[in-house]
Each structure stands twice: as structure tokens, then as C-alpha cells.
């Protein structure tokens, strides 16, 4: 079973630094103010300023949040120039791809993952902006969730999940469904919904969020 240890040693997750840059980048991209943001996602605009810094990481639910107050994909946080990946999801008009006859590439080893605040890490899989649909595998380390207990996450489009290894238990108000290997759910990312992995491994999972909005 493929351990957290061997996955980070390929592929260093990005840096405090450069995640809070990136944040930056994108809120600017989007005309906000770091006061405008903290109050559409109900923090202090330091807790912003931090996040932008480096000196504090968000957690999943949070910089989900984020994304969607500024209205760009998750997929940009992982590029080094977000908003020309953001740019590129907005101007396209096809929901698959610009060119038909164009095939794009992302190598392993071009699109290290994301360390979020909770300790769970994002790898982007989508090789490059693709209007409607976003691809990731998350990893899980033992005792992590989504967010905080009561922290559900709420955004748009509807979620495709499959578990490579590990279990993960996907969380609603007043139910919750345990998943293991070569497992797969999907439902409303309307839906309150909270990931935990409450084993004593590594969890990997695969996700794909289908934006249905044009």
C-alpha cells in the first residue's frame, strides 16, 4: 500500500509561501479586496492576510470556500501562474477542450500536491483548464478530515469519488457511508458534505467535480 512517506518523497507539496501567493494572485484576478473575501467566507481579513502569507495554511473546507467566493476553478491554485489558469477556464467555451485535435500532458513529476492546514494533500490530475470538470487525487493521512467536526462543505456542481486505498468515511447531516478500495460515490456538492479518514493508514482517493453551470 502506497504510504504518504514514498508520495511526498516524489513529488514535494507546495510550499506555505508559494500557496498563499497563489491565493493572492487569485483574488486580485478577481477584483476583491482581502477585506471583501474574509467577509464573504466569514473570517477576519488578517486570517486572509496570514493565509496569503504563508504563516497559516487553509484547510480543505476553507480554501474550497475561497475558490468559490472568487469564482475560479481549484485547478488554478495548482499552477504557477493561477491566473492565467484561471483566465483560460474563462474563456473557454467548449466544456472538453478549445481544440479537438489538441492532446495536453501533465507529467507526475510538473504538478506537486497541495499540503492543506488538516494535513490532507491535493494532487491536481486535470493536465489543464477544463471548463466543467476538475480531476484530483487527495491523500488522507490517519485521523484527518475534510474539516473541523460540524464543518461541512458546500459548493457547486456534483461529485464523482473512488477509493484507490484506505477507507474514507464521506460525512452528512445525520448519516455517513464508509468506503473502501475500488469503491465509488457521487452526489450533489450541494449536499453538506465532510471526509474523514478515522483508520490507521493512509487514505488515497480519486475525485472529479462536475461544474454543470456554463
Known amino acids: 500500500m502506497c504510504g504518504m512517506s ?11 509561501k508559494e500557496l498563499g501567493s ?11 479586496s482581502t477585506r471583501q473575501l ?8 488578517n486570517a486572509i492576510t496570514q ?3 504563508g504563516a497559516m ?31 483560460e477556464f474563462v474563456a473557454s467555451a467548449n466544456p472538453i477542450a478549445a481544440d479537438p485535435e489538441e492532446a495536453r500532458v501533465s507529467r507526475a513529476a510538473q504538478v506537486p500536491p497541495v499540503g492543506l492546514g488538516s494535513r490532507v494533500t491535493y494532487r491536481r490530475l486535470t493536465p489543464h483548464a477544463v471548463r466543467r470538470f476538475e480531476m484530483f487525487e487527495t491523500s488522507y493521512p490517519p485521523h484527518t478530515s475534510s ?4 464543518k461541512y ?35 450533489s456538492a450541494g449536499r453538506p458534505h465532510r471526509v474523514r479518514n478515522d483508520g490507521n493508514e ?8 462536475f461544474r454543470g453551470d456554463a
Open 6 to 16: 514514498d508520495h511526498r518523497g516524489a513529488l514535494p507539496s507546495v510550499s506555505s
Open 22 to 32: 497563489r491565493i493572492r494572485s487569485l483574488r486580485r484576478f478577481s477584483g476583491l
Open 38 to 45: 474574509a467577509e464573504a467566507i466569514a473570517v477576519t481579513p
Open 51 to 53: 493565509i496569503e502569507r
Open 57 to 87: 495554511r487553509p484547510s480543505v473546507n476553507r480554501l474550497i470556500e475561497i475558490v468559490s467566493v472568487l469564482d475560479v476553478p481549484l485547478s488554478a491554485i495548482f499552477d504557477e501562474r493561477p491566473a492565467s489558469t484561471a483566465s
Open 147 to 150: 474539516g473541523a467536526p460540524g
Open 153 to 187: 462543505l458546500v459548493h457547486r456542481g456534483q461529485e464523482i469519488g473512488s477509493i484507490i486505498s484506505g477507507a474514507l468515511t464521506i460525512e452528512f447531516p445525520g448519516t455517513e457511508i464508509v468506503l473502501g478500495p475500488r469503491d465509488s460515490i457521487t452526489f
Open 202 to 209: 493512509y487514505a488515497i482517493a480519486l475525485w472529479v467535480t
